[in-house]
């Protein structure tokens, strides 16, 4: 079974640039995670998508930040424009249903590490 | 959001010797999950568990889910140089339908 995919894996801008992140979950996963990791802490999340449907952007600072999941399944996170605090490693992860019912087993993609300048 | 307290922060051991983690919330959970993240890498989920006083095996691996849901616990037998990495654990609530994820831990293996 193929794994949660992410592209570019490594992106290097400059502030006030703009850039574009993108991830494929695990096929018929139906919700989908886009978590920023800053260094030395633990992924935090920016978004939550339940197949088209937004469930959670409570921490997505969306004065500059944007993503969309349209058809439900691939989805893009996007930063327009970049700032030097946005340097981070971008995690897509997708959950399925686990023993107990829910989405409660989390799968994660490689990362996006962006390094903006 | 909600970040979970994990102990220890870091630690060095030699290699064979046993390894402890844990990781405590204010909150109660309905699923723990145990990751394990290596450099320029995502986390890889090593052990789910499900059920209060759970205690479940992979390989040299073992976690435990507390009895009170607010906690749980990771440990590693014999360990190895390629356990180094960060361990990262987590937990969801079936209400709120998200993952809260503990601050790691860091373990080097000194072979």
């Known amino acids: 079974e193929a794994g949660v995919a992410q592209s570019p894996r490594y992106k290097i801008i400059e502030k006030r640039q703009s850039v574009a992140f993108w991830c494929n979950p695990i096929s018929g996963h139906a919700t989908l995670y886009w978590y920023q990791q800053i260094l030395g802490q633990g992924p935090k999340l920016l978004i939550q998508?339940?197949?088209?449907?937004?469930?959670?952007d409570s921490q997505l600072p969306k004065d500059r930040f944007s993503a969309e999941r349209l058809k439900g399944v691939d989805s893009t996170l996007k930063i327009q424009p970049a700032k030097l605090e946005d340097s981070a490693v971008y995690l897509c992860?997708?959950?399925?249903?686990?023993?107990?019912?829910?989405?409660?087993?989390?799968?994660f993609g490689p990362g996006t590490r962006l390094t903006v300048l | 959001g909600q970040q979970l307290n994990q102990s220890p922060q870091s630690m060095f051991i030699q290699e064979g010797e046993d390894v402890s983690m844990n990781c405590t919330s204010s909150?109660?959970?309905?699923?723990w999950l145990w990751y394990k993240q290596d450099p320029g890498e995502g986390p890889v989920l090593l052990i789910a568990l499900y059920k209060a006083g759970e205690l479940t095996s992979n390989g040299r691996l073992t976690a435990q889910f507390g009895i009170t849901r607010k906690d749980s616990f990771l440990n590693i037998s014999a360990s190895i140089p390629s356990d180094v990495g960060i361990y990262f654990c987590?937990?969801?609530?079936?209400?709120?339908?998200?993952?809260?994820f503990g601050t790691g831990t860091s373990l080097t293996v000194i072979p």
């Open positions: 909150s109660i959970f309905n699923t």
């Open positions: 998508f339940q197949n088209n449907g937004v469930v959670d």
């Open positions: 992860a997708s959950s399925a249903p686990g023993l107990a019912g829910g989405n409660n087993e989390q799968f």
């Open positions: 987590a937990g969801y609530a079936n209400t709120g339908n998200q993952f809260y």
